[in-house]
């Protein structure tokens, strides 16, 4: 929300020019690259729980801290660099959070529905035929349908 209200709360602050209004919001968006390539790299190189923490952690402070005290223009391209680093990079965790959850879960393949339909988990031609089939099928729904033509 910060990126939305900034022009705003500078423009309260009084300063009328709408460049340093511009700066403000690119200094966010432009940390935020930085963010996520640093993040990144945390994610990549320690337990996720830390980068989890400290994203979030951080960029909550600086929002009280560093928005809440600013008086002035560069106080505020402050929080913003601060702000834009650590939200921004929180999409970068993302993939992380997914091949966690990927990488916990196990396909048992003795269960009973895996004895019944073995076409499910392994690959073989007659699967490859059967999705063939049933995707050539499944275009019928979803075509228009053909003008009839009259005999005369």
């Known amino acids: 929300m910060p990126p939305l209200y900034l022009p705003t709360f500078a423009h309260d602050l009084g300063d009328m020019s709408s460049i340093s209004k511009t700066i403000l919001v690119s200094v966010i968006n432009g940390s935020s ?7 990144g790299y945390l994610s990549d190189k320690v ?3 830390i980068p989890t923490l400290i994203s979030p952690l951080v960029a909550g402070i600086s ?3 560093g928005w809440g005290f600013s008086r002035d223009i560069p106080e505020l391209a402050m929080f913003a660099a601060v702000f834009g680093a650590f939200s921004g990079g929180w999409s970068v965790l993302w993939s992380r959070f997914g091949s966690r959850i990927v990488a916990e879960r196990t396909i048992v393949e003795d269960s009973d529905v895996a004895q019944r339909a073995p076409g499910l988990w392994q690959k073989s031609e007659e699967s490859d035929v059967i999705a063939v089939i049933y995707g050539i099928l499944s275009l019928g729904r979803y075509a228009p349908p053909l003008p009839h033509q009259e005999q005369t």
């Open 33 to 39: 690259v930085f963010g996520r390539l640093g993040l």
């Open 47 to 49: 337990d996720l729980a």
């Open 63 to 65: 929002v009280l801290i």
